[in-house]
Structure formats: C-alpha cells, structure tokens
C-alpha cells in the first residue's frame, strides 16, 4: 500500500500544532483557547500515527486513542467550566480569570 511519505504527514502535524499554538497565545476567549487545544492535540495525534504507520507497530495509534480520550474529558470539564461561569455573569476573557479564586 503507498501513499504520502512521513514527512507529508509531519508537515501536517506541524501545522496544526502551530496553528492551534498561535490560537492559544493570541485568543481571549475560552472556547477558542479549547478548540486551539484540541488542534494542538490532533497535530501531536497525526505525528504519533504517522509514526507508528511507519515503523508498523501499533503502539502509536494506542497511544493517540489514549491522548484523543483525555482531550474528550478535558473538553467536558472546559465546558462545564465556562458555562458555569457564563451563568454568573463573570467576564468570558482568558486574562480576568483571577475573580474565581474565593
């Protein structure tokens, strides 16, 4: 079976894991800073497969079943916790997070 080389899938990875990097760095909003997460953590799943399809075992793609588990949990607990806060009427920006200590 052929296909695109590793580095195709490497150039990929790399891209969204900078572009989700730049979202973290340069958004204010909660939810964006999720989702860039969540870009970040499918370019790092992408390497970790396109790895294992090279080498041809499978503990990578076990591996990037494991990591896409956690960032399903921690999309729910993000969530949880902005809605949670979108109902008190606290300020949604990344910077004022400071008002929920106490």
């Known amino acids: 079976m052929s296909g695109p080389g590793?580095?195709?899938?490497l150039g990929i990875a790399a891209f969204l894991f900078g572009t989700g990097a730049l979202g973290v760095l340069v958004r204010r909003n909660p939810i964006i800073v999720l989702l860039s997460l969540e870009i970040m953590l499918n370019g790092g799943n992408l390497a970790l497969i396109a790895f294992a399809r090279h080498s041809g075992d499978a503990s990578g793609q076990v591996f990037a079943i494991a990591v896409m588990a956690v960032a399903a949990s921690e999309v729910v607990v993000g969530l949880g916790l902005i809605v949670a806060m979108s109902?008190?009427?606290?300020?949604?920006?990344?910077?004022?997070?400071?008002?929920?200590?106490g």
């Open 6 to 9: 590793v580095a195709w899938y």
């Open 87 to 101: 109902r008190r009427r606290l300020p949604l920006d990344v910077d004022r997070l400071h008002t929920l200590r």
